[in-house]
């Protein structure tokens, strides 16, 4: 069994920055993706930002040059260091990790969500 566990996330004003974490455990071999998504209220779920098991990473649009994904491979863990913040940040942030569990296996798990909200 696989977990996701995230910490991070509260309450900014504008202009401020938090880090969100997203830690993986479990009979896991090998952590192919790690994405942040976003839901705000009465909008559809967005891509925020995704990494890679090469490290590539790629961006929406809605953050790029403030965001920043980075992920630790001994510690499992995916990292989203938000900077600048915006009201329109303001959203329910959910990780998602496709993760090998066996030779040719692999699934998908989503973390527990964390609400990060930016005052104006």
């Known amino acids: 069994q696989v977990q996701l566990v995230q910490s991070g996330g509260g309450l900014v004003q504008a202009g401020g920055s938090l880090r969100l974490s997203c830690a993986a455990s479990?009979?896991?071999?090998?952590?192919?993706?790690m994405t942040w998504y976003r839901q705000a209220p009465g909008k559809q779920r967005e891509l925020v930002a995704t990494i890679t098991g090469g490290d590539s990473t790629n961006y929406a649009d809605s953050v790029k040059g403030r965001f920043t994904v980075s992920r630790d491979n001994a510690r499992r863990t995916a990292y989203l260091q938000m900077n600048s913040l915006k009201p329109e940040d303001t959203a329910v942030y959910s990780c998602y990790v496709v993760v090998t569990v066996a030779l040719g296996r692999s699934q998908d798990y989503w973390g527990q969500g964390t609400q990060v909200t930016v005052s104006s």
């Open positions: 479990g009979s896991i071999l090998s952590i192919n993706s």
